[in-house]
């Protein structure tokens, strides 16, 4: 393992944070924003209801107020990840519902308000796969000249019956469309994928590792699926219950699951983080960074470590 790029930070993975330090030199913080976008899944213009997991509270900070402009946002938001990681340099990350589902001219607008500030050196977008439009692609491509610029698709599945399952109204024919769009405008793409849902198995997750090394990707975002208040989901738990994934069965799944990936991609996120005010379950009783931690003491003691069964797909 000693001779993988990955190793000089001391894991078993590519890690987000060390690919920054290596970028800009120094530790950067992602500034989460909310520019009051929607989603067509929302507005009745391809269905209604949202995916059946979704919950924006559940992963937006305070700070992230759509009663604020996107400048005092960011300049809350850069106040608080001053103050509890040392840090002085950002990514304004877009985050809240669809990032790009709006006209070119406002995206623009709001993009390049938040790039105005000073200590900002990235912008990081986050999407579907049906709200992504040449003229997009092609702002994002023009941002990416002067700024490090990250595209950030949910993908969720790579299973035509989970997407169905999600309500996400659209298939895999359209994430393949965009990650090949996005790829021809030459834009770092993070894809997002949820683990455990119900409609897959153990092996059909795992057996996800192989089409997802074939796809142009540069990051990936692992999240376990959680039950959240006030979601379709919620609703379909408390009727059907079905089996989610408890602390030791992910932690030693997901270090399996990131062994079949190819060595290159760069592990943005590999644990789900929700309020326990928002959290239905499963509950834990480890921070983030515990569990962290515990992947790496998981993987060491297994000998496991990214990129180690990906030649055998």
């Known amino acids: 393992m000693s001779s993988l790029p990955f190793a000089r930070c001391g894991f078993h993975y590519n890690t987000y944070s060390c690919y920054l330090e290596e970028r800009f030199g120094e530790r950067v913080q992602r500034v989460s924003l909310d520019g009051a976008f929607t989603c067509p899944n929302r507005d009745g213009s391809r269905g209604s209801g949202g995916c059946i ?99 950030e698709i949910g993908i969720e599945s790579l299973n035509e019956a989970s997407l169905r399952w999600m309500n996400r109204c659209h298939d895999l024919a359209c994430t393949r469309d965009a990650l090949d769009r996005a790829a021809a405008y030459g834009i770092d793409v993070t894809g997002h994928m949820i683990l455990g849902l119900p409609t897959e198995t153990r092996e059909e997750m795992l ?17 376990h699926l959680q039950i959240i208040r006030d979601t379709a989901l919620a609703k379909y738990y408390s009727d059907k219950p079905f089996p989610l994934f408890g602390y030791e069965e992910y932690l030693a799944f997901v270090a399996e699951f990131i062994a079949q990936l190819r060595s290159e991609f760069i592990l943005q996120r590999v644990i789900s983080s929700s309020p326990d005010s928002c959290l239905i379950a499963p509950k834990w009783r480890h921070s983030t960074t515990a569990f962290v931690m515990d992947l790496q003491k998981q993987m060491r003691e ?12």
């Open 53 to 151: 997991y979704c919950n924006n509270l559940s992963f937006s900070p305070p700070y992230a107020s759509v009663k604020q402009d996107i400048s005092k946002q960011l300049e809350a938001g850069i106040r608080f990840l001053k103050g509890r990681f040392g840090a002085h340099k950002f990514i304004a990350f877009f985050q809240s519902r669809s990032n790009t589902y709006a006209p070119v001219k406002k995206l623009e607008r709001l993009y390049r308000q938040a790039l105005d500030h000073p200590d900002v050196v990235g912008l990081a977008v986050s999407t579907r796969p049906d709200c992504l439009e040449n003229d997009v692609l092609e702002l994002l491509k023009d941002i990416g000249r002067d700024y490090d610029v990250n595209l």
């Open 207 to 223: 057996e996800s590792t192989g089409k997802l090394n074939i796809l142009p990707l540069k990051f990936l975002k692992l999240h």
């Open 302 to 313: 297994r000998e496991l470590y990214q990129g180690l069964c990906a030649n055998a797909k």
